[in-house]
């Protein structure tokens, strides 16, 4: 059934007013791009003079920029490209695996997919041993499943059950769950909702350059505001923000 939620229940899930949070950290204007997963580890994929680095939630500088490219951290680690080849590294920023493989993806239930000598069916276990690479299936965190208009044009969310749970309202676009909340497009904007289908942060931003989704990691979720990036918490206040 459709959810119509009363006027003192919306009033306690609106989004922090501007006041009440706190004075965001800004990203140095020298990093001219940043990792398309956003904050993970507590680290964020920056780009400097053509290599990447990593910053911390304060925008300081915690691994110096020094990779040719990186994939950004997930369960731990990071894979990274020194020399033409992947190798990975800890949240130290030292090398747990050298590099000498072709390609490398991030981390996922332990296993981090990597090509040597033209075979793509290679994983790297949390130890940095080669294991044949399993197919899995993705189980997305996805409390609820979207539907959409008989034009295409909005979709919205049911339950398990089919029950409708957000009433078609938003724009179709890539509305995945993550870390229980899911971004959703209104008039051309975006904002987040919960689990249960409340509004939690109002569409007020845009997709980062280069950038097809939005999506909570680590906490924060990587958006455009104004024209420049911005990381924000889940209580809509900006963390980090690009000068």
């Given at each position: 059934m459709l959810k119509i939620l009363p006027a003192v229940t919306l009033a306690l899930i609106l989004p922090a007013k501007a006041d009440s949070c706190p004075e965001p950290a800004t990203l140095d204007a020298a990093y001219t791009q940043t990792g398309l997963h956003g904050f993970n580890n507590g680290l964020l994929a920056v780009k400097k003079d053509g290599l990447w680095g990593f910053v911390n939630r304060k925008g300081r500088l915690a691994i110096p920029a020094r990779f040719e490219e990186t994939q950004g951290f997930s369960e731990g680690k990071a894979a990274v490209k020194l020399n033409g080849l992947w190798g990975i590294i800890d949240s130290n920023g030292k090398i747990l695996v050298q590099p000498r493989y072709q390609n490398a993806r991030r981390y996922f239930s332990?296993?981090?997919?990597?090509?040597?000598?033209?075979?793509?069916?290679?994983?790297?276990?949390?130890?940095?041993?080669?294991?044949?690479?399993?197919?899995?299936?993705?189980?997305?965190?996805?409390?609820?499943h979207k539907f959409h208009t008989e034009d295409f044009s909005k979709i919205g969310y049911k339950d398990h059950n089919g029950n409708i749970v957000v009433a078609a309202l938003y724009e179709r676009g890539v509305n995945h769950f993550s870390e229980g909340m899911a971004a959703v497009r209104k008039n051309g904007l975006w904002g987040f909702i919960d689990a249960e289908g409340n509004e939690r942060i109002a569409p007020r931003y845009t997709l980062p350059q280069g950038q097809w989704d939005i999506s909570f990691s680590d906490g924060l979720a990587k958006v455009a505001l104004d024209g420049k990036i911005a990381f924000i918490d889940k209580q809509g206040c900006t963390i980090l923000q690009q000068k």
């Open positions: 332990g296993l981090l997919p990597v090509s040597k000598n033209g075979k793509d069916y290679l994983a790297l276990d949390h130890h940095g041993r080669e294991t044949e690479l399993p197919l899995w299936d993705v189980l997305p965190d996805t409390p609820l």
